[in-house]
């Protein structure tokens, strides 16, 4: 299949004229989006495509159609203040493809936000939305500001304001935002609102949404539950054996830690260290992830947990294991920490853990590495579940959902493995090489007319 699919993307590339292009060319062709400010997430993902555009060699004319936005814009939000001062914020949506369906992805609320760095996040959910083949395209928004320094309130007319400005380039069938850094099911139920006084009642036009609202059961866990079903897949294709046959090590407790930890260890598996941003705790013979969840929802700190003994939270990721799962925050392996990782196999539940110095070095270590763009894609797989419940007007149960979610982790996992087999890359530039032949074969077949 990989092999037929490389054809494809050959073909199209030819019928769309143009050199071939070398990596130098390649690196200019990325173009100053893909270069400026954007976050090391992003930078970092852009150089692992890069990869992938060079074993693909696809011609200057597609990548660029590939890789620039279809659509930005730029907006200013006026909102009065509770103290009656006039505060002006920038806000942004980027869209970057829609070859496969309506644009999709997050909105993010942080100091930090700019145009380039809306620009690669976007791009990359093009990859990840194809990678895990859900019928959508690519896009990202965000406004600059500190959410912290706002009250509910503000926060709230903040959000109401976006919806306004972005109305007419957003829709069910257009654009579907949905929570990211900062944002919850609390500000996309406001824009599910505001969004239906204009166009009337409307919950597809975000994902997200609290349960009781329009949102889907199963959407909470659904990263870590997608995790631990790559995990699966992945111990079956290596021959490692089952869940129950690991023991595990996980950096970070959040949504996307706790549930991969709870649901490996109602396999069976065995969680021997966690940590979160304070501390750390291990146990040799599995920590009991239960009563571990019962003691952080008390409001008491992980390392001081009963049934494990503490350890310094800078020592997880060196914690001796065949699975080590960085669940927290990106570029945590570096060239340093993957030269004396002690695992067999990383599965990235985080965005970005390695930087591309870290995966080289992994690489030459012979530690396999599940990349991200693939393993937390549960997540926006049961927000597009959520979005097909809206449609539909009717709420799926929860086994269903996670059975559908299990179908679309093992089905993308196998797209993976055939072309890290056929064209003996790592699974990342495997997951990539898909991604791009999946856009590129819609953008073909939809035609330029
Ligand atoms: P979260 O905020 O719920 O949890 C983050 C966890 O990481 C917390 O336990 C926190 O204490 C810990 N942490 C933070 N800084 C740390 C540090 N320096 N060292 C160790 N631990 C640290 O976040 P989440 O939703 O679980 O997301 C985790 C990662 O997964 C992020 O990279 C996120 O982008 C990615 N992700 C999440 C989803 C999702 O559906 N939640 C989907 C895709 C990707």
Redesign the pocket.
Known sequence: MASALLACGRQLSSALGGLSLGQQALNLTMGAAFRRHASSHAENTNMFLREALVKLDYPEKLQNLLLTPRREMSVELVVQMDDGQIEVFNAYRVQHNNARGPYKGGLRYHPQVDLDDVRSLASLMTWKTAVMDIPYGGAKGGVTVDPRKLSERELEKLTRKLVVAIKEIIGTYEDIPAPDMNTDAKVMAWFFDEYSKYKGFSPGVVTGKPVYLHGSLGREA??GRGTTFAIRELLKALHMGKIADQKYVI???????AWAAQLLWEAGGKVVAI????GAVHNEQGLDIGALRKHVAGGKPLAEFSGGAAIP?QD?LLHPCDVLIP????G?IGPEEAKKLQCKVVVE????PTTPEGDTVLRDRGITVLP?IYT?GG?VTVSFFEWVQNLQNFKWEEDDVNRKLDRKMTDAFAALWAVHKEMHVPLRTAAFVVALQRVTRAEVHRGFD
């Open positions: 659904a990263t950096q970070g407790f959040g949504n996307v830690g940590s979160d941003v304070a939270k997880i669940a927290a925050i990106g945590v539940a985080a965005n970005g991200d937390n997540g």
